[in-house]
């Protein structure tokens, strides 16, 4: 059992340009999370979704979109990237019985 | 909205020795879950230990403890006889029992140890 997946590791990106990180859980949690970590600030929600075919904001939610059409997977896009998106993003899973957040590995993300 | 804080930016231990690292936070709910995470320099997050907040008990998880106190809203994490694999940033967390059930962190506190 593999967990919670993240795709790429790590991403330079220009300005301007459009991203999308991946994030795949087989763990079958039905609520699912967007963190970004940032020096200082620890992490901070920006877009969850608690079941298939639903999605919330978070603390941060500007800039990102989401979509969950299925239990697995849940990608985050950046439609066009600026620099205060550099950060490392992490994606995470919850449910039955504990409700326990388990996390992915993370994507480091640079936009330049 | 809740909020963690925690006040110790660094923190340093000898090998063996124990050590504790201070969270509070701020609610006004009294269902709730506070949970330790630990991120070594590997960047994954690992969860160290949760209390469920209408559990009096202390939560422990072999050489991790807490002292959990929810009038004060003060939620320590105990670590005994601390190894270099302790080495880490370790988050606190909260969670409501409701809703869309996110994590609140704090800002973390990065664990030396010392040989």
Redo the contacts between chains.
Sequence with gaps: IAGITQAPTSQILAAGRRMTLRCTQDMRHN?M?W?RQDL??????IH?S?TAGTT?K??VPDGYSVSRANTDDFPLTLASAVPSQTS?Y?C?S?GYP??????G??T?LTVL | AQT?TQSQPEMSVQEAETVTLSCTYDTSESDY?L?W?KQPP??????VI?QEAYKQQNATENRFSVNFQKAAKSFSLKISDSQLGDAAMY?CAY?NNFG????T????TRLTIIP
């Design positions: 609520a999370y963190y200082g600030l620890g992490l901070r929600l969850y608690n919330g978070g603390e490392v992490f995470a919850s504990t409700d326990t957040q388990y996390f590995p993370g480091r | 963690v879950y949970f995470y590997s960047r994954q997050m690992i969860l949760r988050f969670r869309n059930e996110k994590l962190f704090g800002t973390g």
